[in-house]
């Protein structure tokens, strides 16, 4: 019991417990008569991804059996099939009974005598062998191949994919996006996968197209191969173009890592130029870009030039200005410093500005204080209820990329403030749709500007008006964007765009050495007092092999100090590995979690969620008003008998907002006593504890330790070796992101010219020698000259993981 072999059972399903007509997902009880286990119970319970199955029907599975803590043997199921008939007769028998109607015995006798006891098999794969069948009329024909293809068809293509090596979850949503087309589709060309199936990527398709002969330098083998290098420079290094140079070689390697042929690079080039050609890339000069990063920079970059090129309709002399901030000031009991009225006035008075600044620099103050000024000056309520009577749109906009971010704006200004994906209408599972949504508004403020990428910013900056005045707010020292570009920074290094940078440090004054800690990390500072005990920090020093021990400890001593779990947040930056994500949420769960003889619980994959655990929202749901990044609580498990429709479901409370998850939803949330460092972002704990050892030295760098530790708020206590803290502070984030944002603010068309050939007068004609190579290159990318670029210029030190190993 529980072994690894795979082994079958042959039964007929007795009752369906549960079927999810989405991913198939499903449970039954069934009757066995025949495997080659050694189970000798006459039933069991069968679950896996599979259709819903015919009563009486014959199954065979093949899969394992497991032993379940609560239900007990259950069998897993790895492929399935149904058991056609063997003998003629029994074959008569099935095309003759109740599921084919109008064919008779003497029809269906008929028909095996003619084809065969794979008679099945024939009439799926070339419906024209019943013209061989005498007497049969096209209806009766019809008839028959309709009926297989309903009953057999998604069985057949399961079964074929499983064949092909795909698991069954896989194979599911291969059936579920090209339906009764699946085969035929990928038998044309299986590399369509990589683009159309999440989970499925060049290695995969690679072997598929291996076994039905598209194989060494097959056109689509090889666009195949340079669509997954761009994308997965997209996906784990935020890249918005590689250059020319650097795909060349990494597709070649790529293509002759599984199959040992050369491949000539004038093949990649002529490959490069046709998916240039089909839109599928982006070609501009030497670089190549996926097409909606490109077209989202040149409208971002467009958009914000139109707006900066705004007079707006009024201009306020500094005396009303400082009369209306003084009135502030005494309304909200503050009093700003003078780089924070400095920056008030400049955003007063710029169509579009930059606030940036570390933290307890004041930035939040300065948004309370200029939204305030801004309605002063202009007249308006800042109540929208009153907007809502009218029927009118309130006219400031407040918006970030976490619901956690929007929420602590809304908190500080006291205004409503939402998710950019919730104002844009997203759903958050959109790829390259865009929006069409008009945004009203007369004034906009983006929080948290470092977390957005180079899509979702021209999405948003499309929906609003040109007259619009809006207000970037954001700290470039924190992590870049999960998603591809750094907007933030190039809208910074552009020095096109207004900037009021705050460095001086309030928070600070009140006692906060964590704020202090953060910008000695900024200014990659070291002392040996760094980890010194504060008021408001510590560092416990502990090898990596004790972190799970400490980091239990130190959560035990803050919950028998009076704090509450959900005050409580650990960080760390890589999910795998002792002192990973996986391990610390499993090992807290345990400690203030535990399963319990009466305690509802839900497993699914290698999670389980009881009521009262703190779980993490990872997909945008805004018809639920609940966001990617958002923490909630469990706190109901309802078993399938419990419920009118007999689906289990799992009740979240965010905050207030209680979402329903049924089994299948359940991959859109995880634990959450531990969370990445990324997805923190946007978000501030009571307290912070956050491990810091060897095994993730790759992932320690000045930024996201400066991210991790800005979270907290109150506490923060740092576990680990010292030395790897003092490396990863002196450890810049090397692989700098590859945009092109910052040339197309200040109007230039990046990738034509280079550093010396600026100074030509037609930048068009501007041309670069190489080394290593006498014949000069120019720029433009066409079938003559892509493939005389050196393929080991800039090079050094890459392999072809450095784009194939996904990013923690």
């Avoid at 008779?104 to 419906?127: C, E, F, P």
């Avoid at 009118?392 to 950019?420: D, H």
């Avoid at 960080?571 to 319990?596: F, K």
């Avoid at 299948?664 to 995880?670: A, G, K, P």
Wanted: charged share 25%; net charge negative.
């Amino acid at each position: 019991m529980g072994g690894q072999e795979e082994i079958f059972l042959l039964g007929r399903p007795v009752v369906t417990i549960f079927h999810n007509p989405d991913n198939l997902f499903t449970i039954v009880k069934l009757k066995v008569s025949k495997t080659n286990s050694g189970y000798e119970e006459k039933e069991i319970i069968v679950k896996g991804n599979f259709p819903q199955l015919t009563p009486d029907e014959e199954y065979k599975f093949t899969g394992r059996l497991v032993n379940h803590p609560t239900y007990g043997a259950q069998f897993d199921v790895h492929t399935f099939a149904k058991e056609m008939p063997a003998t003629e007769t029994g074959l008569v028998h099935y095309l003759s009974g109740d599921l084919f109607p109008g064919i008779g015995m003497k029809t269906a006798d008929s028909i095996v005598k003619v084809l065969g006891t794979d008679a099945i098999k024939k009439i799926l794969d070339d419906r024209s062998v019943l013209d061989k069948v005498p007497r049969l009329s096209d209806e009766r024909k019809e008839t028959i191949v309709t009926v297989l293809e309903e009953n057999m068809g998604l069985e057949r293509t399961i079964i074929q994919l499983n064949e092909w090596g795909f698991g069954p979850q896989i194979a599911m949503r291969i059936y579920q996006t090209y339906r009764e087309d699946a085969l035929r589709l990928l038998t044309e060309n299986p590399y369509r996968l990589i683009e159309a199936i999440e989970g499925v990527g060049f290695q995969t398709a690679d072997e598929l197209g291996k076994k039905l002969g598209l194989t060494g330098d097959h056109p689509s083998r090889i666009e195949a191969a340079v669509l997954h290098t761009m994308n997965q420079s997209v996906q784990s290094e935020g890249h918005v173009y590689l250059e020319g140079e650097y795909v060349l070689p990494e597709v070649k390697r790529l293509l002759e890592m599984s199959q040992p042929i050369d491949i000539p690079f004038s093949s990649i080039s002529e490959s490069i130029i046709k998916l240039v050609e089909e839109s599928k890339l982006a070609g501009e000069g030497r670089r190549l870009y996926i097409p909606s990063l490109y077209f989202s920079e040149i409208g971002f970059a467009t958009k914000i030039n139109r707006i900066l090129e705004n007079e707006l309709d009024e201009q306020f002399p500094v005396s009303e200005i400082r009369k209306a901030i003084g009135e502030v000031e005494e309304r909200l009991e503050v009093n700003y410093a003078e780089t924070q009225v400095a920056g008030i006035e400049t955003a007063l008075h710029s169509p579009a500005m930059i606030l940036t600044g570390g933290p307890g620099t004041g930035k939040t103050t300065v948004i309370r204080g200029f939204v305030e000024v801004y309605a002063e000056l202009h007249g308006l309520s800042l109540d929208p209820a009153e907007y809502a009577k009218k029927h009118e749109k309130f006219p400031i906009v407040l918006a970030a990329p976490t619901g956690r971010a929007a929420k602590r704006m809304s908190e500080s200004t006291g205004l409503p403030a939402m998710t950019i994906h919730r104002l844009l209408g997203f759903t958050g599972q959109e790829k390259e749709e865009e929006t069409e949504r008009e945004i009203e508004a007369r004034l906009v403020i983006i929080d948290e500007m470092s977390m957005v990428d180079t899509w979702l910013g021209h999405q948003l900056l499309k929906a609003l008006p040109n007259d619009v005045q809006i207000l970037f707010v954001g700290d470039q020292d924190q992590l870049p964007s999960v998603g591809p570009g750094q907007m933030l920074k190039d809208m910074l290094d552009s020095k096109k765009i207004p900037v009021t940078e705050l460095t001086e440090i309030y928070r600070q004054s009140a006692g906060s050495t964590i704020i202090e800690m953060a910008h000695m990390i900024k200014r990659s500072e070291w002392t040996d007092t760094i980890i010194d005990k504060t008021s408001d920090r510590s560092f416990v020093k502990a090898g990596g092999d004790r972190i799970l021990e400490v980091v239990q400890q130190v959560v035990k001593n803050a919950i028998s100090k009076g704090h509450h779990i959900k005050d409580i947040q650990v960080l760390a930056p890589m999910y795998r590995g002792p002192a990973g994500i996986d391990s610390l949420n499993t090992m807290i769960q345990e400690m203030v979690n535990p399963p319990g003889p009466k305690r509802k619980e839900v497993t699914f994959g290698d999670a389980t969620y009881r009521i009262g655990d703190k779980v993490l929202q990872l997909v945008n749901q805004p018809e639920s008003n609940v966001f990617n990044g958002d923490m909630g609580e469990v706190i109901a498990i309802f078993k399938a008998k419990e419920t009118v429709d007999k689906k289990e479901l799992l009740v979240v409370s965010y905050d207030g907002i209680e979402v329903n998850y049924e089994r299948s939803d359940l991959n859109q949330i995880t634990l959450a006593y531990c969370c990445s460092i990324h997805k923190s972002q946007g978000s501030e704990f009571p307290i912070v504890i956050m491990p810091i050892v060897r095994s993730q030295r790759k992932m320690l760098k000045r930024n996201l330790l400066y991210t991790g530790i800005t979270r907290a708020k109150n506490f923060l206590i740092l576990c680990g070796e010292p030395a790897e803290f003092k490396a990863g502070i002196a450890r810049a984030d090397e692989l700098a992101r590859q945009t092109t944002l910052k040339e197309r603010l200040n109007g230039n068309v990046p990738g034509t010219v280079e550093s010396d050939a600026l100074e030509s007068n037609n930048p068009a004609e501007a041309q670069v020698t190489e080394t290593g190579n006498d014949k000069p290159i120019v720029y433009e990318l066409t079938t003559e000259t892509v493939s005389a670029i050196n393929p080991l210029i800039g090079m050094e030190g890459i392999t072809p993981f450095t784009y194939l190993e996904a990013s923690d």
